[in-house]
């Protein structure tokens, strides 16, 4: 069995630096005042639905200000470009979805659990379905490689976070010897695939009951993939 991969705890915004998308040791700026909380969220609201809209390539700065009903000068006073900007737009779906798998179940049972962990998963996807499905686009079509690395390395996250529930289950054992690395990274790519088709790409958003429909077949499928344990005395 592999060695397990070891990643330390950080917040998203830590995540954006160590990709390169935000400098280290960036100044922290000034906290704004009532007004220009406002202002900053009225900008971001606009980016999110422009970005939704037109896609990440097509979108301009001008087409954020026209729509916040802002001057472009009100802008550059809260984001230095138009991936700062998209960053702010992805934050608060992101990190509902890094909290939507590192929440705890309320259910009794793995297979109940498991259902779920994946439906909390894709109904949290599918809140911020637009701007999270952008994500995919500005890692392939961005000259800025820090995008790719950021989609990577949340990936890598969620599959860690898999893996080591994996390796609990194998150390209780409650499941028998495998690759986990390589079914950690099966079943990640799996749930990925299925919100991002299922849920990201839809004209609309599916509604609550599919989702719940969704949630059940991926949890059922992560709880077939375990690997029986294997019974004592044949270790």
């Keep these: 069995m592999s060695a397990q991969r070891q990643i330390p705890p950080r917040t998203l915004d830590d995540v954006y630096t160590h990709v390169g998308l935000v ?13 220009g909380e406002l202002t900053r969220e009225r900008i971001v609201q606009a980016a999110i639905e422009c970005f939704s809209e037109y896609g990440y390539t097509r979108t301009r700065v001008s087409d954020i200000t026209h729509r916040a009903k802002t001057a472009q000068g009100n802008f550059y006073r809260h984001f230095t470009d138009l991936d700062d900007v998209f960053l702010a737009a992805m934050h608060t779906g992101l990190q509902e979805l890094s909290e939507a798998t590192s929440r705890k179940t309320t259910t009794s049972g793995e297979l109940e659990a498991l259902i779920e962990v994946n439906r909390t998963y894709l ?3 599918s809140r911020h379905r637009h701007i999270l499905r952008l994500l995919r686009e500005a890692a392939a079509a961005s000259a800025n490689e820090g995008f790719q690395q950021l989609w990577l390395q949340l990936r890598d996250d969620f599959i860690a976070r898999t893996r080591r529930w994996l390796q609990k289950l194998h150390d209780r054992g409650e499941i028998g010897d495998t690759d986990l690395d390589l079914l950690a990274e099966s079943l990640g790519c799996m749930t990925e695939q299925m919100a991002y088709v299922h849920v990201g790409l839809p004209a609309s958003t ?30």
């Design 206 to 235: 599916p509604k609550r009951e599919r989702i719940d429909e969704l949630g059940r077949a991926l949890g059922e499928v992560w709880f077939r993939a375990l690997p029986p344990a294997t019974p004592a005395g044949e270790h």
């Design 23 to 35: 400098e280290p040791g960036a100044a922290t700026p000034k906290r704004p005042n009532k007004r």
């Design 123 to 125: 109904h949290a996807y």
